[in-house]
Protein backbone atom coordinates (compact mmCIF):
# COMPACT_ATOMS: atom_id res chain seq x y z
CA UNK A 1 0.00 0.00 0.00
CA UNK A 2 2.33 2.50 0.94
CA UNK A 3 4.69 1.68 -2.03
CA UNK A 4 1.48 2.11 -4.61
CA UNK A 5 0.93 5.80 -3.30
CA UNK A 6 5.13 6.52 -2.78
CA UNK A 7 4.97 5.54 -6.77
CA UNK A 8 1.71 7.66 -7.28
CA UNK A 9 3.12 10.21 -6.12
CA UNK A 10 6.47 10.14 -8.40
CA UNK A 11 4.12 9.81 -11.22
CA UNK A 12 2.31 12.71 -9.86
CA UNK A 13 5.07 14.61 -9.62
CA UNK A 14 6.48 13.66 -12.99
CA UNK A 15 3.49 14.67 -14.67
CA UNK A 16 3.53 18.25 -13.03
CA UNK A 17 6.94 18.56 -14.48
CA UNK A 18 5.91 17.56 -17.75
CA UNK A 19 3.03 20.12 -17.69
CA UNK A 20 5.26 23.04 -16.48
CA UNK A 21 7.50 22.28 -19.44
CA UNK A 22 4.58 22.09 -21.89
CA UNK A 23 3.21 25.34 -20.26
CA UNK A 24 6.53 27.25 -21.03
CA UNK A 25 6.79 26.39 -24.45
CA UNK A 26 3.39 26.97 -25.48
CA UNK A 27 3.82 30.90 -23.45
CA UNK A 28 7.55 30.76 -25.70
CA UNK A 29 5.43 30.28 -28.96
CA UNK A 30 2.65 32.41 -28.20
CA UNK A 31 5.28 35.37 -27.47
CA UNK A 32 6.14 34.56 -31.00
CA UNK A 33 3.32 34.49 -32.32
CA UNK A 34 2.37 37.86 -31.04
CA UNK A 35 5.82 39.66 -31.93
CA UNK A 36 4.98 38.42 -35.36
CA UNK A 37 1.85 39.65 -35.46
CA UNK A 38 2.40 42.99 -34.35
CA UNK A 39 1.27 46.01 -36.81
CA UNK A 40 4.47 48.11 -36.22
CA UNK A 41 6.31 45.06 -37.00
CA UNK A 42 4.82 44.77 -40.72
CA UNK A 43 5.00 48.48 -41.53
CA UNK A 44 8.76 48.44 -40.44
CA UNK A 45 9.57 45.69 -42.15
CA UNK A 46 6.83 46.76 -45.40
CA UNK A 47 6.46 49.83 -45.50
CA UNK A 48 5.63 50.76 -49.24
CA UNK A 49 3.40 47.44 -48.93
CA UNK A 50 1.54 49.51 -45.43
CA UNK A 51 1.64 52.92 -47.83
CA UNK A 52 -0.14 51.24 -50.30
CA UNK A 53 -2.63 49.00 -48.40
CA UNK A 54 -3.69 52.52 -47.06
CA UNK A 55 -3.87 54.06 -49.64
CA UNK A 56 -6.26 51.77 -50.79
CA UNK A 57 -8.55 51.33 -48.17
CA UNK A 58 -8.55 54.96 -48.02
CA UNK A 59 -9.92 55.40 -51.88
CA UNK A 60 -12.31 52.57 -51.36
CA UNK A 61 -14.15 54.32 -48.67
CA UNK A 62 -14.06 57.73 -50.52
CA UNK A 63 -14.79 56.41 -53.18
CA UNK A 64 -17.57 58.55 -55.36
CA UNK A 65 -18.53 55.63 -57.50
CA UNK A 66 -19.37 51.58 -56.13
CA UNK A 67 -16.98 50.52 -59.51
CA UNK A 68 -14.00 52.51 -58.50
CA UNK A 69 -14.90 51.43 -54.38
CA UNK A 70 -14.76 47.94 -55.75
CA UNK A 71 -11.38 48.58 -57.85
CA UNK A 72 -10.27 49.21 -54.87
CA UNK A 73 -10.87 46.80 -52.83
CA UNK A 74 -10.00 44.02 -55.40
CA UNK A 75 -6.48 46.00 -55.09
CA UNK A 76 -6.30 45.92 -51.48
CA UNK A 77 -7.00 42.43 -51.50
CA UNK A 78 -4.31 41.88 -53.55
CA UNK A 79 -1.81 43.76 -51.83
CA UNK A 80 -2.84 42.37 -48.79
CA UNK A 81 -2.34 38.94 -50.31
CA UNK A 82 1.04 39.50 -51.98
CA UNK A 83 2.20 40.63 -48.24
CA UNK A 84 0.67 37.07 -46.75
CA UNK A 85 2.38 35.32 -49.02
CA UNK A 86 6.12 37.18 -48.33
CA UNK A 87 5.37 36.62 -44.96
CA UNK A 88 5.53 32.91 -45.60
CA UNK A 89 8.35 32.83 -47.48
CA UNK A 90 10.44 34.75 -45.04
CA UNK A 91 9.40 32.81 -42.25
CA UNK A 92 10.22 29.69 -44.33
CA UNK A 93 13.83 30.87 -44.37
Do not use: C, N, Y
Request: net charge negative.
Amino acid sequence: MAQDVSQLEDELRSATQDLKETLTSVDRKIEAIESELQPERFIDRHPIAAVAAAAAAGFALGAPTESLAVAAAVALAALVTHAAQTHRRERAR
